[in-house]
T-cell receptor, first 114, second 112 residues
């Protein structure tokens, strides 16, 4: 079985400051890893994904994430946040034998302080 | 290119009733998945359809059922509604073999 833990339910950060949103997972099989963003009253949008290769992946809107297999983590980072980054961020994994079914974390609300 | 659309946007039902939610997949996508997102939680996988057949299911009881049509649109049916079924129901589509899923805006179901 697989599970995803997002360690912070809310992360407040000042505008233009860096941010890291943490994600750890547990799985008995190899997985693909994803970060999605959900803006208020909107659907989910893919930020970035790790399938294979380089462990540092870059996504849209200046976000990047690093896959750490030994720590089973996939933390999301941005060097300088903007007010428009206010949203909820979800980490998800897809077991490689599951036909791309997604297992999700509970989400982290990113709160940007002016 | 039209994205994933869902209808209705909001729905209120009473306990014991039945509900049907609809999803139109993005152009060119032949696989549709449904997720339930309770308030304050991440989405939970309900099931996935490909070529009009269910080819994956999460931990949901049989009163959650679905259909996929030849044009790849899909329905989610829930019978004997319970209060805990109140949630945002999300539909996602993708092209088989492609791992990126595209999500609709969701249907907010309230069960009273």
């Amino acid at each position: 079985a697989q599970s995803v833990t997002q360690l912070d339910s809310q992360v407040p950060v000042f505008e233009e400051a860096p941010v890291e949103l943490r994600c750890n997972y547990s799985s008995s099989v190899s997985v693909y890893l994803f970060w999605y963003v959900q803006y208020p009253n909107q659907g989910l949008q893919l930020l970035l994904k790790y399938l294979s290769g380089s462990t540092l992946v870059k996504g849209i809107n200046g976000f990047e994430a690093e896959f750490n297999k030994s720590q089973t983590s996939f933390h999301l980072r941005k060097p300088s946040v903007h007010i428009s980054d206010t949203a909820e961020y979800f980490c998800a994994v897809s077991p490689m034998d599951s036909n791309y079914q997604l297992i999700w974390g509970a989400g982290t609300k990113l709160i940007i302080k002016p | 290119e039209t994205g994933v659309t869902q209808s209705p946007t909001h729905l209120i039902k009473t306990r014991g009733q039945q509900v049907t939610l609809r999803c139109s997949s993005q152009s060119g996508h032949n696989t549709v998945s449904w997720y339930q997102q309770a308030l304050g939680q991440g989405p939970q996988f309900i099931f996935q359809y490909y070529r009009e057949e269910e080819n994956g299911r999460g931990n949901f009881p049989p009163r959650f059922s679905g259909l996929q049509f030849p044009n790849y649109s899909s329905e989610l049916n829930v019978n004997a509604l319970e209060l805990d079924d109140s949630a945002l129901y999300l539909c996602a589509s993708r092209q088989t073999g492609n791992n990126e899923q595209f999500f609709g805006p969701g249907t907010r179901l309230t069960v009273l």
